[in-house]
């Protein structure tokens, strides 16, 4: 089964910019949909974005116009650009992947069958 690894968190200041990566193995990434979640601290685990196999994306309100998701098929990859960061960005973020090809539910945890150990990323004022 697909084996996902997260890296690029770190530590920034606020309106700091960060790149998030998803290297994808065992199977290519152009037969799964993708999607970034995040866990603040103390909260529940929330989608961020997502793209389907076809190129399709999906962005949360919350995050929409300064976070931008993409893949590179032949990298076998996934990317989370993050712009003018927020402290309220602080979160562990996880890569995760499903088999549907389904554009609904895009942002929504159970629908998810595969998933990375996360990276961190903190923002401070």
């Known amino acids: 089964q697909v084996h996902l690894v997260e890296s690029g968190g770190g530590s920034v200041q606020a309106g700091e910019s960060l790149r998030l990566a998803c290297a994808v193995s065992?199977?290519?990434?152009?037969?799964?949909?993708m999607a970034w979640f995040r866990q603040p601290p103390g909260k529940e685990r929330e989608g961020v974005a997502a793209i389907s196999i076809g190129g399709f994306t999906r962005v949360a309100d919350s995050v929409k116009g300064r976070f931008n998701i993409s893949k590179d098929d032949a990298k076998n990859a996934l990317y989370l650009q993050m712009n003018t960061l927020e402290p309220d960005d602080t979160a562990m973020y996880y890569c995760?992947?499903?088999?549907?090809?389904?554009?609904?539910?895009?942002?929504?945890?159970?629908?998810?069958?595969?998933w990375g150990q996360g990276t961190q990323v903190t923002v401070s004022s």
């Open positions: 065992r199977d290519p990434i152009s037969t799964y949909t």
């Open positions: 995760a992947a499903r088999t549907s090809s389904t554009r609904i539910r895009l942002l929504v945890e159970d629908t998810y069958n595969f």
